[in-house]
């Protein structure tokens, strides 16, 4: 079992930097994959980025690469996310998320979820 929980969302201004952080419960955090995820009001949840249980691999949607960034501390059972140059366009609600079954799997079907932390983006 693992349990999630994010911090660092908040409000800022179109172009601003946000990092978002979630902590890990657990002994087995560092076999696990990790993602982001993020709701957008009255859409659907959608993958952000994704990173391997030991830092090798990163994934991102295409929406954000270049401006975000995913990372992982194994020692501290923490991932983070830092977004910059952001836009209205990233608005939503932020997911942790855990997979046991590796990368590929983690970004369509985690196996945890944290509870979520709001990102609201001004034009």
């Known amino acids: 079992q693992v349990q999630l929980i994010e911090s660092g969302g908040g409000l800022v201004q179109a172009g601003d930097s946000l990092r978002l952080s979630c902590a890990a419960s657990g002994r087995t955090f560092s076999s696990y994959a990790m993602a982001w995820f993020r709701q957008a009001p009255g859409k659907g949840r959608e993958y952000v980025a994704a990173i391997s249980w030991n830092s090798g691999v990163t994934s991102y949607t295409d929406s954000v690469k270049g401006r975000f960034t995913i990372s992982r501390d194994n020692a501290k059972n923490t991932v983070s996310l830092q977004m910059s140059s952001l836009k209205p366009e990233d608005t939503g609600v932020y997911y942790c998320?855990?997979?046991?079954?590796?990368?590929?799997?983690?970004?369509?079907?985690?196996?945890?979820w944290g509870q979520g932390t709001q990102v609201t983006v001004s034009s």
């Open positions: 998320a855990a997979g046991a079954r590796g990368i590929a799997v983690v970004r369509t079907t985690p196996d945890y």
